[in-house]
């Protein structure tokens, strides 16, 4: 990719998700205004959860997929083949799973989950063709297909809203707008590069698909689930106007990365060329400037997010979310180490080092499950949201220094190999 395409996809991609944002936030504010606190926490409760649990269906396929486009283009309609069928069995399997589970343990919340677990399939199938996008330098095609997705979500909403109609509503809403976007994608799909063949999910299939992505995999549920065991925790050790109060927070939170995620969309591909080609001296040079453009965004967020944290939540929520101000500024302070985060896990992913940064993410969740155990019976959705913090900057401070470690290593052993490919040229010519 050519540095003015990259500035390009980049402009497009950040104006893209500030759109995303500002439709998010048109969507929320009307259903923390329609919905009761408790319906509103239930319906969060659902998201979390589901948008969890689906990782499974996916295994790291897509973002191995997006990994191998980057490198070879011409193979994008057969890998994106293999990577629809091997997940469609897996997407029934999650269904009846999350159906049982929530069944069992928390059934009051049954309807509502099993009609999100439907938009959690629909985003997530998704979720594949938008990365197959990005490894095709095809980012436009991503943008017009969330877009359509978001625009139909946002107005079923809003038609609720004048309906006065209540969470079941609103959850079909949800599914609607994931349906739209696949809609939307596999069309574009079918237009760009033709239809994929699907396969029959034989064994042989499943392991050419996943044999190579679990790590892959497990970097992204670590990543998720650091994000969001606070709010599944609060929904199982407290009521759910608590999961209300954090959530709201957290929602806010989760829409600062608008500003980081346009940089592991265009960049991730990049990084992993760089490195398919041994081409370490400009990934370390690139890994620089990712690492301060990214520190110096997340602690003006912060700052900001000190100052407007109580007009933001009265403008989005209303005053009745008026206690979400405070976890909303605790919340922010773990931003630069999320945006630190976020780049240092692609970088590892770039380069082949995922194991690595799998074990970072592992133990950082870990910290956050005990710590959460103990603060949150206390201390609530504040206790919660310092948790974040601490465990997410650990975590940051980490991965930079695996990231630095994994191109220096690299950087050595192509120097080694140069340095023995030149003597036994010499002693050749001797």
């Known amino acids: 990719m050519s540095a003015d395409k990259a500035r390009r996809d980049l402009v497009l991609s950040f104006g893209s998700h500030v759109l995303f944002k500002l439709l998010g936030f048109v969507t929320l504010a009307l259903l923390a205004r329609q919905l009761s606190q408790a319906d509103y926490g239930k319906l969060m409760f659902a998201l979390s959860l589901c948008l969890t649990a689906v990782l499974v269906t996916d295994l790291g396929a897509s973002t191995d997929l997006q990994r191998r486009v980057a490198a070879s283009p011409f ?135 996943f044999g190579g992505s679990m790590f892959l995999f497990a970097l992204a549920v670590m990543s998720l689930v650091h994000f969001s065991a606070d709010t599944l925790m609060l929904g199982y050790m407290r009521p759910y106007n608590d999961v209300a109060t954090y959530e709201a927070a957290a929602k806010l939170l989760e829409a600062s990365q608008f500003l980081v995620r346009p940089l592991t969309l265009i960049l991730f591909p990049i990084c992993a ?99 959460n155990a103990w603060a949150i019976p206390r201390y609530g959705p504040l206790g919660a949201a310092w948790v974040t913090v601490v465990t997410q900057t650990l975590v940051a401070v980490c991965l930079v220094f695996e990231a630095y470690r994994a191109v220096s290593e690299h950087r050595a052993l192509d120097a080694a190999a140069e340095r023995d490919l030149e003597r036994e040229v010499g002693a050749t010519h001797e």
């Not at 799973?97 to 009609?115: C, P, R, S, Y």
């Not at 004048?162 to 994931?178: E, F, H, K, P, T």
Request: charged share 15%; with cysteine.
């Open 273 to 371: 060329q760089l490195a398919a080609r041994g081409n370490w001296v400009d990934l370390h040079r690139l890994l620089h400037r990712m690492f301060l453009v990214v520190t110096g965004v997340g602690l003006v967020a912060c700052a900001a997010m000190a100052l407007l944290a109580g007009v933001l939540v009265r403008i989005v929520y209303t005053k009745t979310y008026d206690d979400s101000a405070m976890v909303l500024r605790v919340l922010y302070l773990s931003v630069p180490g999320l945006y630190v985060a976020t780049v240092g896990a692609f970088l590892a992913a770039s380069v082949h080092r995922e194991k690595r940064a799998v074990a970072v993410m592992t133990a950082g969740v870990l910290l956050n499950v005990l710590a």
């Open 75 to 209: 193979a994008a309609r057969r890998r994106l083949g293999l990577v629809i069928s091997a997940r469609l069995p897996l997407l029934a399997v999650y269904y009846l799973i999350i159906l049982a589970w929530v069944g069992l343990t928390k059934a009051d919340a049954l309807l509502i989950v099993a009609v999100i677990a439907l938009h959690a399939i629909g985003k997530d199938l998704y979720r594949s063709y938008s990365l197959l996008f990005a490894g095709l330098q095809r980012i436009g095609l991503s943008i017009v297909a969330f877009t359509g997705g978001l625009l139909l979500l946002t107005a079923g909403v809003a038609l609720g809203a004048v309906l006065d109609q209540g969470v079941r509503w609103m959850a079909s809403c949800y599914v609607l707008g994931a349906a739209a976007m696949l809609m939307i994608a596999a069309a574009a799909t079918r237009a760009t590069i033709g239809r994929p063949r699907l396969l029959l999910p034989r064994p042989a299939v499943m392991k050419r698909v």
